[in-house]
């Protein structure tokens, strides 16, 4: 038998009952579709969720006071743990390797009076390093310099959602205006670019004054709530975590590591451990998707059981005149695979679509990747070869003659 | 060359056994053209498959051209059909909502031939049997009992079998039918040398062949016994 009329054979039987071919055919489309939707929209939670830690600087190492703390965001009511000074902070600067730039932080949350209008936010005493390495621009104004810092004056900084709380949205001429932060008067100097509310929380509402400011007016004592320090690379990133975890212990004089009063933080872990929350998620979601396409699967054998039993006296002419049973095999594993790459192609392009809208919609930025089509189409087609295999060998075993007085 | 030997076929149903041939033998030469008779249920169809190939006898041996059929694997057995036999079965077995022309090309699908050349084949098969031209692209649903006869010859023949085997081919034809369907075979079998197998009811049929066997219970009858027994018959009427 030819391929051409392999081919002419498969179209003719697949065309003589469309309804049932096409509802067949849906199975494996909804199956193949919703796992590349699936896997697409997985991709894109965890590319969404890896550019918003990104965007709290690259390359970062956090080091912050107290034993085992769980990972979150600066909080202002941050109990009792001080250990770090502003002297490690200096150590570091000068005695670790491979960092670009340290930054110190006192934060808190404080009420913030403009104009008549109150509100509380979270108050971030830094320098002006603060601003490349973590990532921060400035809009209008300027922002903390050294000056500023050494001699301790009230100015502060507003992030585009403080702005907007103290002074209204988009209000304009804020800088130059005063402030008052638990009681004392701050010059506003500048206004942040907004950063955009995604991430952990909103990296807008912040105020930003000069650290030594904040130890003595909002603290009261010399210690530091968060030492920043930025790696030159992130290969470096770990030789930088560990020499500080190293430098720190020494200098606060502990010798048990598990005992340390302090917690070093890399963003590339932190980074791993969301991707592989994110990635767990993907699995699962393809993992639903991927027993639909089963169902599908299921489907096709069901229909390709019918059909040999329907065509039960074709096939037996077809032996009768000469056909062996690779001919009748290929004929009926050729009509399941062919539904099931009709049925992927159709679900690959629906899948598509459907990630186009979620990323149209704006929804997620969901990202269709070549090899989740590659391996739908494998999948789709391996599916045919599987579930045609049975019935196909049940057709190609019938008996000649039983199969002609089969009515 | 066709040489049988105490042929049995038993049918299992369930627990129940039948035998429907119960020990055959014959030998039929190249170029014979033969007709079997005999009462409905008695075995012809059992022992038309079983020459056909498209069978196998429950004992005995079935040689055809030398060749010892009765232990052959399956797939070999599509080989022999597909080379040497044609077959024309008694419930004709066109492919339903296909053409006249792709019903008689099917064959030859299976033997591995050129589109062109499969068309011209079943073209002359197709005139060869009597069907008219005109009737090449109807629908195998579209044709009179007649005219699904001579496609199933048709068929029968485009692979240019050496043995061709037809149970009742004239069965639900007119006199006048028959006749060209019987000249057909006779033109092959006389003019191009083939072997003829035919089953029939009608004794003016069997007629024509050059031998007749009787079939009665599965067994043999010799010809002799059923000249003597028409012969006794015609002699009561006397
Ligand atoms: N697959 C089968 N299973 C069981 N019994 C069968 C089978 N095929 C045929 N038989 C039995 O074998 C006997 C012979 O059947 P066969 O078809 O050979 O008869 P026949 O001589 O061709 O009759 P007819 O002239 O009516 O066509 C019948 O009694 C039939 O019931
Ligand atoms: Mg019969």
Redo the contacts between chains.
Sequence with gaps: ??N??LLHETYSALS?NKARSGLTMLGIIIGIASVIAMTAIGQGAQNSVSASIQSIGANLVMIMPGATRSFGGPSGGRGGAQSLTVADADAIASQVSNVAGVVREVSSRAQVVATGTNTNTSIVGTEASYLSVRNVAIDEGSFITSQNVTSGEKVAVLGPTARDDLFGVGATGVVGQTIRISGAEYTVIGITVDKGGSGFSNADDIIYIPYTTAQRYLSGNKYLSEIDAQATSSDASTQVQNDITDLLLSRHNISDPTKADFNVLNEASIIATASSVTGTFTTLLAAVAGISLVVGGIGIMNMMLTTVTERT??I????????????INKQFLSEAVALTFIGGVIGVILGWLISFGVSYLGILQASVSVSSIILAFCVSAGIGIIFGYYPARRAAQL???DA?RYE | MIEVKDIKKTYKTGDVEFEALSGVSFTIKDGEFVAIMGPSGSGKSTLMHILGALDKPSSGTYFLDGKDVSILTDDELADIRKDKIGFVFQSFNLLPRTTVLRNVMLPLVYDGIEQKERENRAKKALLLAGLDEGHFLNLSNQLSGGQIQRVAIARALVNNPSLILADEPTGNLDSKTSEIVLATFQKLNKELGRTIILITHEQDIAEHADRILFIKDGLLEERATHIKKIASQIIKHI
Aim: glycine share 8%; no cysteine.
């Design positions: 038998m030819k051409s009329d003589a006296r074709e037996g002419l077809r032996k009768a005149i000469g056909a062996k049973r690779k001919d008996n000649p003659i002609l």
